[in-house]
Structure formats: C-alpha cells, structure tokens
C-alpha cells in the first residue's frame, strides 16, 4: 500500500456489489481508496451485469464520493513519467 501513496490516478478492481474470490466489491475498493486518498478514483467495471454503469455512478455520489466513478470500455488517460 505504501508504494501506492501519493498517485495521481488510481483505477481499482471493483466488479460487483456480491463478493467473488477474484475480484474487490465496490465497497472494498471504496475502502482502499478512502486510505490512499488519491485525487480522482475510478473502480474499473470489466464484463460483470451486476453494476449498471449510470446508477452505480449516481449510488458513489449519494454515499459521498463524488470523486470516484466506474471506468468504462475504451477510457483513456494520459500517463507522464516522472524521470527520477
């Protein structure tokens, strides 16, 4: 968790609501990025039906994490490297 302290982007793992041995529930991941508190946050949604994309946005906002929104098919986000 240490070496993620600090990021400016985080996408987690957040399929489903229903917990399943391979993948977070929203509420872990929401969990997670309550410790690292990054800027924005987005849990990413791969095939699963169990989150409808537009409500599961609207359920974050309700619960007070208007910062996090589920990743989509196709999202892009630019990725600078810092030289150290």
């Known amino acids: 968790m240490a070496l993620l302290e600090g990021l400016d982007e985080l996408v987690l793992d957040a399929l489903r609501d229903i917990p399943h ?4 529930t929203v509420e872990q991941a929401l969990a997670i990025i ?3 508190k990054p800027p924005p946050a987005r849990g ?5 039906h169990d989150l409808p994309h537009a409500e ?13 929104q589920l990743a989509y098919d196709g ?10």
């Open 56 to 68: 599961t946005n609207a359920r974050l906002l309700r619960m007070g994490f208007p910062h996090v």
């Open 75 to 84: 999202l892009e986000f630019d990725v600078q490297v810092n030289a150290c």
């Open 21 to 24: 041995p391979m993948h977070q």
């Open 34 to 36: 309550q410790q690292l």
């Open 44 to 48: 990413s949604r791969t095939s699963a």
